[in-house]
């Protein structure tokens, strides 16, 4: 065996800040009994939430029924206590904890250079056990505390202090300081703001009532953003890993690269669909990378696509799956759960407009494969379709199940649970795929792994939440963001986007999302009027868009530890071929057909003006028509017009719909007809 003793290249600085500021933790892989102790308690979380979230329900109305047939009070009292599972959110949260703080400090540190467990680890994890373990134990007494029936003691606030402070430290390890900061920055003017001078002050309350509300009631750690973790979120990511683990992820690759292989720059656009299919699945932009990365990158390098360009394609197609139907992250959960909208609608409203995100996408890696003279890819690395659907036909029926039981109105935890079952029951029809009882526990091992950025980021993300419903910051900050836009639209509109944009740099889509919610919904929706749906789902966009923005981009992070090259030089490729993705969430503000909203003519009219809108502004951006390139007065009118058409007025919009296309039709003429998808010569 050989060993490379070449030195490590030196980083440079803003990589080495973005370093710190930003990270999904460096994970433990610990071995002998921590390894068992945590396989055992990853499969007990997994079990626990597949029967709080579809089992006991289902359970219960069998034995309720049972019961009313049979006269027999034994079974009418296990149907009573199986249905009250859905109703102790408190009882539900405390067992989560129990089981996921503990595994995450033994498996996460935020140093990268410790790859061994050490004492702190152990302690913290045992700290988190102990204080969920509280909870349980005296459950009734905290589930009655809404109803005034409950007087917090001493040990209440002991534990709350102490939970406080486990969930810092677990938001420091599992995300970065980014996140972390914000949320002392949060306590810090929790406790002392009542000292400010000017608007930013407010009243005086105890340190008793804060810790009451930030660690018992449903406004604080153990309000929605944890909920949704512990029960959809957790569920979705599930089945994501048993999608993993039957081989699901190289079904999508082999299919599309069947289908688009042969296409000039046919390992780019493999990857984009690739990589928005499982994507669509996994709901996190990192996992995309991490599962698609390592098949797509190379073979993308292999056909003439730098290190640099084949990273960026390959985080920004990730970086889509995320708001790709039918899971579209944890984040849609959340969204579901603050807004009330049913997840259903709100997958069928985001499906036109992450389309419209990947056809800049494919336009802009259509037209550099054509600048570069990208080949296809080559012929023994493509797998013929009918071999590959042959071999993993059973891998869609899983999805067709999610999205028929989200269609017929189930619930998201049906539809999670439901769809896991499909996994595991037609992955026995391939022997080779079949999820065996190894492969149910490594999937439930990374599912928690999966997790573990995400717990802290929601349980820091309740914490923020509390703190602005006890200082009332959300009413003094719409103050100060109108105070900034002068109290108009647009202004408010490009101030609250660039504030999305910083806060993801070094947190968690999770977390911008619920900061954005709290900071700019108020405004956004109450003072200027804005549909609730355009609103969330514009803050779901930003949120999810911050995952390839620089200099912090943790999709850009993975890419490039895959490629070869340097994360920081991915980003400026990213954003350009993402341009789309920037533009559509101020064009759905105000062309709500796009959203699936309105007539059939309005929707159909909206999206071919959206699709229309993202293509100009792509090939504006990019500057080349094939190996040509395309005149600046053109690149301008090009801008200006894409602009133009997020406007809805119909004698503004259409003008600027017509004029682009001459400008289109323009170049066809004076620089030859547009690189088409043709086949490349061998």
Not at 8 to 32: F, I, K
Not at 156 to 184: F, P
Not at 560 to 573: C, K, Q, R
Not at 591 to 598: K, P, S
């Amino acid at each position: 065996m050989t060993v490379d003793t070449a030195p490590a290249p030196q980083r440079s600085p803003l990589r080495r800040w973005a370093g710190e500021l930003v990270r999904e933790g460096a994970r433990h892989q610990p071995d002998g009994p921590w390894a068992i102790l945590i396989a055992v308690g990853s499969v007990a979380a997994a079990l626990y939430v597949l029967w709080v979230g579809a089992a006991a329900t289902l359970v219960g109305d069998a034995a309720l029924r049972l019961a009313n047939h049979t006269g027999s009070g034994l079974v009418e009292s296990f149907a009573i206590w199986a249905r009250s599972f859905t109703a102790q959110f408190h009882l539900d949260i405390s067992i989560f904890i129990a089981i996921t703080f503990p595994i995450a400090f033994l498996t996460t540190t935020a140093r990268r250079s410790r790859q061994r467990l050490a004492w702190t680890d152990v302690a913290l994890a045992l700290i988190s056990f102990a204080i969920a373990l509280y909870y349980i134990l005296d459950s009734d007494r905290f589930l009655n505390w809404s109803r005034g029936f409950s007087r917090p003691t001493t040990m209440d606030y002991v534990v709350g202090l102490t939970l406080i402070a486990v969930v810092v430290e677990l938001t420091r390890r599992s995300t970065g300081w980014a996140l972390t900061t914000i949320v002392l920055l949060m306590l810090a003017f929790s406790f002392f703001g009542h000292l400010l001078p000017g608007a930013l002050k407010h009243e005086n309350f105890t340190w008793r009532y804060f810790l009451e509300m930030a660690t018992i009631q449903s406004d604080g750690i153990f309000g929605s953003p944890l909920e949704v973790a512990a029960s959809y979120v957790f569920l979705f990511v599930l089945f994501g890993s048993f999608y993993h683990q039957a081989g699901g992820g190289k079904l999508f690759y082999e299919v599309a690269s069947a289908i688009t292989g042969r296409m000039r720059g046919g390992a780019a656009k493999a990857c984009i669909s690739a990589s928005a299919l499982y994507g669509s699945v996994s709901g996190s932009p990192t996992a995309d990378v991490a599962t698609t990365g390592p098949l797509t990158i190379p073979i993308m390098k292999k056909t003439g696509v730098s290190a640099v360009r084949a990273g960026a394609i390959e985080a920004t197609a990730s970086t889509g799956g995320a708001i790709l139907p039918p899971v579209m992250g944890a984040v849609a959960f959340i969204m579901s759960d603050l807004t009330s909208i049913p997840y259903a609608e709100i997958a069928w409203a985001a499906t036109p407009p992450s389309i419209l995100y990947y056809v800049s996408l494919y336009l802009l890696v259509h037209i550099d494969a054509v600048r570069y003279d990208e080949g296809r890819i080559p012929e023994e690395d493509v797998v013929p379709l009918r071999r590959a659907l042959a071999q993993g036909w059973p891998f869609f029926m899983p999805l067709i199940a999610m999205i028929a039981l989200l269609v017929m109105g189930y619930t998201p935890a049906y539809v999670a649970a439901g769809s896991t079952l499909a996994v595991i029951a037609l992955s026995w029809l391939t022997p080779q795929y079949a999820i065996t009882p190894r492969k149910f526990v490594a999937a439930c091992v990374e599912t928690i792994a999966q997790l573990v950025p995400l717990i802290g980021a929601v349980a820091a993300a309740g914490l923020i939440i509390a703190c602005f419903e006890v200082t009332g910051l959300a009413g003094k900050f719409s103050f100060v963001l109108s105070t900034l836009s002068f109290g108009h639209l647009i202004p408010t509109l490009l101030v609250s986007a660039v504030l999305l944009i910083i806060l993801g740099m070094g947190m968690p889509t999770v977390a911008v999302y619920t900061l954005g919610v709290a900071l700019l919904a108020p405004t956004l929706i109450g003072k200027l009027g804005l549909p609730v749906m355009g609103v969330h789902m514009f803050l779901v966009f930003y949120a999810s868009l911050s995952a390839i923005t620089p200099p912090v981009a943790v999709a850009n992070f993975a890419a490039a530890a895959i490629a070869g090259a340097n994360p920081m030089s991915l980003g400026p490729y990213a954003c350009k071929l993402t341009i789309g993705g920037f533009m559509v969430p101020f064009f759905f503000l105000f062309n709500a057909g796009v959203l699936m909203e309105g007539t059939l003519a309005d929707i159909l009219s909206d999206c071919i003006v959206g699709a229309l809108m993202v293509a100009y502004a792509s090939l504006a951006l990019h500057g080349w028509w094939g190996k040509a390139p395309i005149p600046w007065v053109a690149r301008l009118i090009l801008g200006a017009a894409s602009l133009a058409m997020i406007h809805p007025a119909v004698e503004i919009q259409w003008p600027a719909t017509l004029i682009g296309g001459v400008i289109v039709i323009g170049l066809w003429k004076l620089l030859g007809r547009p690189a088409e998808a043709l086949p490349a010569q061998a």
